[in-house]
Each structure stands twice: as structure tokens, then as C-alpha cells.
């Protein structure tokens, strides 16, 4: 299995994306290889641990990357938190700030029962401010948040302050 240094060593910096004064983390040069995007996934699995989990909801779209297989392998099911609009049936909505501007996110409303046990997953903790919208939804839903997994965590931004103490669980941290 991959180890965290071997995964992180495949992911690239790119600078001034999608503005100036930002450092992407690219994390496509990582996914083209099966081996590490299997250990990511296993990674993530090892860290979740034995938590129960009903959902998993990951956020568009890069936590749909993340968050189908983790699903799977989890045995639980899987809700997209889509981009404004996205969504074909009755939704709940939240507006949230992120790095570089702000958005609307949307989930269905029937994504899951209240007090389902729900693991948030995406790629990528920065500032907090998507995986903040996205715990709005969950509650607004009535769903009891069992942790927020993320691939990698940029750890100068703070984004684990936004959480209102939940647990935090990553692969790779910056």
C-alpha cells in the first residue's frame, strides 16, 4: 500500500490557480495512478476506522471522487451535495464563503432519515468554509455527523476551526 509520503509526493502544486496567491493542490497527477488512488482510498477506510455509517455525503465534485468508494466500501450509501441548480428534485440550500469567493450548495431533501449516521467526505480541508455549508445541510436534515474525512488538509488555513468540534480525520497534511 501507498504510504502518506508516497501519495503526497504525487500530488502538484499549481500556482496562481484559479487566482493569483493560491497553491493548488492537483491531486490528478495522484488519481491517474491505481496505486495511489487505491491507497488514498484505504487510507482514508484505515482512518474512518469502525465508525457506523448510514451516508456518506461528499461535496461536488472532487468529494465524489472520494466519497462513492468510500461508500462502497463502507457498505453505506452515497449523497451528492451538488452546486446550485444541479439537483432535479425538492432540495435544502445553503449559501458558504470559500477560498476565493462564495457559492450555494444544495442536497435533496429525501437524501437520507433523521438521525442517520453520516460520514462527510471531499479532497480537500482548506479554509472550511464548504465542509461548514455542507455540515448546515446535514443538520437541517437531522443527521447525526459521525466525521469529516478529507484527503488532504491545509493545516496554516485553519479550516478545522470552522468544524464546531468534529472529528477531523486526514490523510495528508500541508
Known amino acids: 500500500m501507498a504510504t502518506t509520503k508516497d501519495l503526497a509526493a504525487r500530488i502538484r502544486d499549481v500556482p496562481d490557480f484559479p487566482k493569483p ?63 446550485l441548480g444541479k439537483l432535479p428534485a425538492d432540495v435544502v440550500a445553503v449559501e458558504y464563503d470559500l477560498e476565493y469567493g462564495s457559492a450555494t450548495l444544495e442536497m435533496h431533501k429525501d437524501a437520507f432519515a433523521p438521525g442517520a449516521k453520516v460520514l462527510i467526505v471531499d479532497d480537500l480541508l482548506a479554509t472550511g468554509g464548504t465542509v461548514a455549508g455542507t455540515i448546515e445541510l446535514v443538520k437541517q436534515l437531522k443527521g447525526e455527523i459521525v466525521a469529516c474525512a478529507f484527503l488532504i488538509e491545509l ?20
Open 21 to 83: 496567491g493560491i497553491l493548488f493542490k492537483d491531486i490528478t497527477t495522484m488519481l491517474k495512478d491505481a496505486d495511489s488512488f487505491r491507497g488514498s482510498i484505504d487510507g482514508l477506510i484505515e482512518k474512518i476506522g469502525k465508525r457506523k455509517v448510514d451516508v456518506v455525503v461528499g461535496m461536488e465534485s472532487r468529494g465524489f471522487i472520494f466519497g462513492a468508494p468510500i461508500a462502497y466500501k463502507l457498505g453505506a450509501g452515497f449523497v451528492p451535495v451538488r452546486k
Open 155 to 174: 493545516t496554516p488555513l485553519h479550516g478545522r476551526d470552522k468544524l464546531g468540534g468534529y472529528d477531523v480525520v486526514t490523510l495528508i497534511s500541508y
